[in-house]
Nanobody, 128 residues
């Protein structure tokens, strides 16, 4: 059974940092894509960042570019989202997602549709 488990969320003041983790189990995604999305109350789920598990291209939403960094640890089968200079508008539930095989340009993965595995989400709250 494939599972994605997020952790690392919490309450932080504006300007602070958090690192989210997404531990994958049940399979590896060595030929796939990992992504982070977020959903604020009353809003649709939106793309945050994505990367090929094998390395290379990454993609970020304009709203987080320069502040967030996606990375992975092959040995731990874990993907990270390092978030810095956090703003109140970053408050949301953050989800990691995985597509087991990547046939498309990284830009294709800014949509939630290609992903076939999702975590349960972790709450990030940024106070002003």
């Amino acid at each position: 059974q494939v599972q994605l488990v997020e952790s690392g969320g919490g309450l932080v003041q504006a300007g602070g940092s958090l690192r989210l983790s997404c531990a994958a189990s049940g399979r590896t995604f060595s030929r796939g894509v990992m992504g982070w999305f977020r959903q604020a109350p009353g809003k649709e789920r939106e793309f945050v960042a994505a990367m090929y598990w094998s390395g290379g291209s990454t993609r970020y939403a304009d709203s987080v570019k320069g502040r967030f960094t996606i990375s992975r640890d092959n040995a731990k089968n874990t993907v990270y989202l390092q978030m810095s200079s956090l703003k109140p508008e970053d408050t949301a539930v953050y989800f990691c997602a995985a597509d087991s095989l990547s046939y498309h340009d990284i830009g294709y993965y800014t949509s939630p549709l290609p992903y076939n595995y999702w975590g349960q989400g972790t709450q990030v709250t940024v106070s002003s």
